[in-house]
């Protein structure tokens, strides 16, 4: 078994009971990458700062140093900030952008013994569901080539899938976790607003990134949270909420757990192998013990045009700072896609559209989570498909961004809604990877790991 | 419905060549009269949501704490003169 195949929790045995070394496995993700370089998944490979950290790394865990990820190669969508390390945000505007600063969540990785490995490609600002608006060229599915691997984090998701690196940590304003994890077949986690530090990370909109991970499977998604999460003095917008031991959950089954199942993410549009697939998925968990219960959340029809407000009202703000004067070039260098988010953003904001656009979104906002808040009195999580369809063939969408928008149909509602989203793989159609989302209140992490390991236990 | 595209590139100073206007025109109308269907919601009791944290007034101990030196802050900029960023006349 090659060692890049391992989970977090196997390699971090292997590496403490020294049966090999952390500069094994950072050869072998290394030569994974170099193996599979036509997938586009990384713009910038740091081969030799990894390895002289997993010398370091090697040497503490002689002297019996015991860190969370010590020794454990990862990789960072290109939006996370790395000081000494360019940061292009998947645009030719921030080609030659080297951060005087880190990231808290670098930090915090980094404190925790994590070795970067590299940046990986994504949607030019996070602009994308298919991965192919990178100014860096678009990513292919490791599963299937000529397919997408979704967006936008398209690299970070592909590096697990392709096993090039251990956990990569991406940004989800939309579904971009969720969907690229539904398509490679890895774990991914949107966390609650505000759970994780948005410090030192390229801001696409302010009231709805989230900062989350691929990993694996559920128990490495969990300990990746529980080092990523917490209180950050700069970052104004994180509640004073403990972090839980996420990892006391993976062991308590769903017996008794109530989950809702939403008629609306049910309805047409939504490829019928997908429903057949998530309905069989719900059916085994009711097995195990849990309470399956048929909901509603009736303004899920409204969720993607309020988002295609929002998003870009935040966005066009967002990016006015790129001036080019004290970073970055200027700003006829901004692609197709930012460029028609700026406009439709400065759009909705503008002198006497505000009203119509703008504040109306922000009502059914409210709606949309008033949804939400009534379906968790009744059930604990919520379980959807994550994508009405199975990964796309490149170029299929590209010249029509409204298609593209509406892939994001199933996912937007979380990043309205605030609330947390694990998409599990299910099982593959057609050869390509299918998932399922996991949707709980605000702060429900723990319990979507719990319905998470479970699915997971099942099909051992 | 209608969208200036020139108008609103201007107010987002963002250069676009002609056929730029043209294509985009035509997408942000596609895009815009699909989010039409929010005016099928009645909102009248509504309030907006902003941002759905709660926080409200979030401020941090006035301290003085460790920042970048000034040839940091200047690392990434392509113009610069006597340690200070050389930005376009705007008077």
């Not at chain 1, 790395?82 to 404190?111: F, H, M, W």
């Not at chain 1, 379906?375 to 919520?382: C, E, H, L, R, S």
């Amino acid at each position: 078994m090659s060692l890049n195949t391992l989970s977090i929790k196997k390699a971090r045995e292997g590496l403490s009971k020294r049966q090999f070394s952390s500069v094994e496995l950072v050869r072998a993700c290394i030569s994974k990458i170099k193996e599979r370089k036509n997938l586009n998944a990384f713009i910038t490979v740091c081969e030799k700062e990894a390895l002289e950290k997993a010398r370091q790394s090697d040497k503490k865990i002689k002297d019996r140093i015991d860190l969370p990820l010590l020794g454990i190669p990862i990789s960072l969508k290109d939006i996370y900030l790395t000081k000494g390390i360019r940061t292009t945000a998947g645009s030719k505007v921030l080609d030659d952008y080297i951060p005087q600063y880190n990231a808290t969540v670098v930090k915090k990785l980094e404190d925790v013994g994590a070795i970067i490995i590299g940046k990986t490609n994504c949607d030019a600002w996070a602009h994308g569901s298919s991965g192919e608006n990178s100014d860096y060229g678009h990513t292919k599915n490791p599963w299937s080539e000529a397919h997408v691997p979704g967006g936008s984090s398209s690299g970070s998701a592909v590096s697990v899938a392709a096993k090039m690196s251990f956990a990569s940590m991406g940004s989800d304003t939309g579904g971009s976790i969720r969907l690229p994890a539904s398509f490679c077949d890895v774990v991914g986690l949107k966390p609650t607003y505000g759970r994780v530090s948005r410090y030192g990370i390229v801001a696409m909109a302010s009231s709805l990134d989230s900062i989350g991970h691929f990993t694996k499977n559920t128990d490495d998604s969990a300990l990746m949270l529980s080092v990523t999460a917490g209180k950050d003095l700069n970052d104004s917008t994180m509640p004073s909420k403990n972090v839980e031991s996420y990892e006391s959950y993976l062991r308590r089954g769903v017996k008794g757990v109530k989950i809702g199942i939403p008629k609306e993410y049910f309805a047409l549009g939504l490829d019928k192998r997908i429903k057949d697939n998530v309905i069989k998925s719900v059916k085994s968990l009711e097995k195990e013990g849990a309470k399956i219960e048929s909901i509603s959340l009736p303004n899920t029809e409204y969720a993607t045009a309020c988002y295609y407000i929002i998003q870009p009202a935040e966005v066009s703000s967002n990016l006015a700072r790129y001036d080019g004067i004290r970073y970055g070039s200027a700003r006829q260098n901004f692609g197709d896609e930012a460029k028609r988010r700026i406009m439709l953003g400065t759009y909705v904001l503008s002198s006497g559209y505000y009203d119509a656009y703008y504040k109306r979104a922000m009502q059914v906002r409210t709606l949309i989570k008033k949804d939400f808040d009534e379906a968790f009195k009744k059930v604990d999580v919520i379980i959807t498909p994550v994508s009405p369809t199975l990964a796309w063939k490149l170029g299929e969408k590209t010249s029509d961004p409204l298609l593209m928008y509406l892939s994001d149909i199933y996912t937007v509602t979380a990043n309205l809604a605030g609330i947390p989203g694990l998409s599990v793989p299910i099982g593959f159609i057609d050869d390509l990877p299918v998932g399922m989302q996991i949707l709980g209140p605000q702060f429900s992490e723990g319990k979507l790991f719990q319905v998470g390991k479970a699915w997971e236990n099942i099909n051992l | 419905m209608k969208i200036n595209v020139k108008h609103i590139a201007k107010l987002a100073n963002l250069p676009l060549s002609v056929e730029e206007e043209i294509k985009f025109e035509k997408q942000l109308l596609e895009i815009l009269s699909y989010v039409e269907k929010l005016k099928k919601i009645d909102t009248k009791n509504a309030k907006i949501t902003s941002q759905i944290t709660g926080l409200e007034n979030v401020t941090s101990e006035d301290k003085a704490s460790p920042s970048l030196t000034q040839d940091e802050s200047l690392s990434n900029s392509k113009s610069n003169h006597n340690g200070l960023f050389k930005v376009p006349k705007i008077l």
